[in-house]
């Protein structure tokens, strides 16, 4: 039995929309970088606001954080900037790694949980299964877990012992991002749509 995509489906404009190609129906790379723009400008507020909170509770920092601490504030030192504004990098980074790890995670959730992140949600777009048909809780956090790698797996090198999983993290973030271009081809399938077996539309273009 042949798949949805490989269906022959009549060219005729003046054919009921049933008829056409689901691949055609399927939303590609532009609306979509649209509705990642806006969740990356959400984030960024929520990161900020999160930063804000855990600089109240003096996070202790991990062996990893230090060492991106230690980094900065040698770059302090030799263009000779005041030792109050080490201290202030001190309190600051501590919060703000661990905020840009959390924030994402937890931003992106959202996506992972209902289908649509905010930024999808403003562009009425909705993740679904690739013949169109409305997707389930197990599907999308498939697709979260896999879009999501990188972070998640930044995530666990924060945990002691376990920093060297920080380089993994950095070459899947790598692979994730060259993929969200396979969006541009025919198909409309970002790489980890292909991965998780998912698409894209128009929420209105999803069948119940």
């Not at 504004?85 to 790694?97: E, K, M, N, T």
């Amino acid at each position: 039995m042949q798949s949805d995509d490989n269906q022959q489906y009549s060219t005729n404009p003046f054919e009921p929309s049933s008829v056409q190609s689901i691949q055609f129906r399927r939303v590609g790379f532009g609306p979509r970088v649209v509705a990642f723009i806006i969740d990356i400008l959400i984030s960024i507020v929520f990161t900020i606001v999160l930063t804000i909170g855990l600089m109240q509770m003096n996070i202790a920092p991990t062996e990893v954080m230090q060492q991106t601490i230690d980094q900065v504030y040698q770059l302090y030192e030799m263009f000779g900037i005041a030792d109050q504004v080490g201290d202030v990098v001190r309190q600051l980074f501590p919060a703000l790694i661990l905020a840009s790890v959390i924030a994402p995670i937890s931003y992106s959730l959202i996506e992972g949980l209902t289908g649509a992140s905010p930024g999808k949600r403003i562009m009425r777009l909705l993740i679904a299964a690739p013949d169109g048909h409305a997707g389930s809780t197990p599907l999308f956090v498939r697709r979260w877990a896999v879009k999501n790698i990188s972070a998640i797996l930044n995530f666990i090198a924060l945990i002691p012992t376990l920093g060297f999983v920080e380089y993994f993290g950095s070459f899947t973030g790598f692979i994730i991002f060259i993929g969200f271009f396979f969006a541009l081809s025919e198909s409309k399938l970002a790489l980890h749509d292909r991965i998780a077996v998912t698409a894209v539309f128009n929420r209105a273009d999803v069948t119940r």
